[in-house]
T-cell receptor
Framework: EAGVAQSPRYKIIEKRQSVAFWCNPI?????LYWYQQILGQGPKLLIQ????????DSQLPKDRFSAERLKGVDSTLKIQPAKLEDSAVYLC?????????????FGPGTRLTVL | GIQVEQSPPDLILQEGANSTLRCNFS?????LQWFHQNPWGQLINLFY???GTKQNGRLSATTVATERYSLLYISSSQTTDSGVYFC????????????FGTGTQLKVEL
């Protein structure tokens, strides 16, 4: 079974520019998460989707961050405009909704550097 | 929200040694997961263990939900065990939202 796919793997931008990240979850996984991991810290949840609806976006800085999940499958996370403090690894994860487990499966992440 | 604390923050072992990592959480949870983040940044789920004990090869985990802690045991450590170990806790009723601890950085030396 293919894992969670993310692209790009690395991105370097200037502050005030915009950037977008893409995630393709494991096939059949209904729940998708975006996390931000700052160096030296644990991942922090930004937004959670169930199919194509938002379940939790309480920690998403909505003035600059946006996310969508197209047709309940792929998802994109956008930052516009980027700030220096947005430098982090952005992780996507997915979970099957089958009632047997809540195990989260993570993608390789996108490392963002804002200069 | 739920607070998750992990100890120790750093650990250096000789290959072959055993270790115990601890995770304390502030509230009742019914979702507790352990992850290993390898040096390349990939997070791998080790255990989904809201209660009880599980074993997978040289790794095992125990969660005592009533006392709000979980332990990860690594036996006969290998250099490939190096990386950061994260504990994450949450409530499935809360949409399976996980709060991560700050991790234990493990280095296994020859």
């Amino acid at each position: 079974e293919a894992g969670v796919a993310q692209s790009p793997r690395y991105k370097i931008i200037e502050k005030r520019q915009s950037v977008a990240f893409w995630c393709n979850p494991i096939s059949g996984h209904a729940t998708l998460y975006w996390y931000q991991q700052i160096l030296g810290q644990g991942p922090k949840l930004l937004i959670q989707f169930q199919n194509n609806g938002v379940v939790d976006d309480s920690q998403l800085p909505k003035d600059r961050f946006s996310a969508e999940r197209l047709k309940g499958v792929d998802s994109t996370l956008k930052i516009q405009p980027a700030k220096l403090e947005d430098s982090a690894v952005y992780l996507c994860a997915s979970t099957p909704v089958d009632g047997r487990t809540d195990t989260q499966y993570f993608g390789p992440g996108t490392r963002l550097t804002v200069l | 929200g739920i607070q998750v604390e992990q100890s120790p923050p750093d650990l250096i072992l000789q290959e072959g040694a055993n270790s115990t990592l601890r995770c304390n959480f502030s509230d009742s949870v019914n979702n507790l997961q352990w992850f290993h983040q390898n040096p390349w940044g990939q997070l791998i789920n080790l255990f989904y263990i809201p209660s009880g004990t599980k074993q997978n090869g040289r790794l095992s985990a125990t969660t005592v939900a009533t006392e709000r802690y979980s332990l990860l045991y690594i036996s006969s450590s290998q250099t490939t065990d190096s990386g950061v170990y994260f504990c994450a806790a949450g409530l499935t009723g809360g949409g399976n939202k996980l709060t991560f601890g700050t991790g234990t950085q493990l280095k296994v030396e020859l």
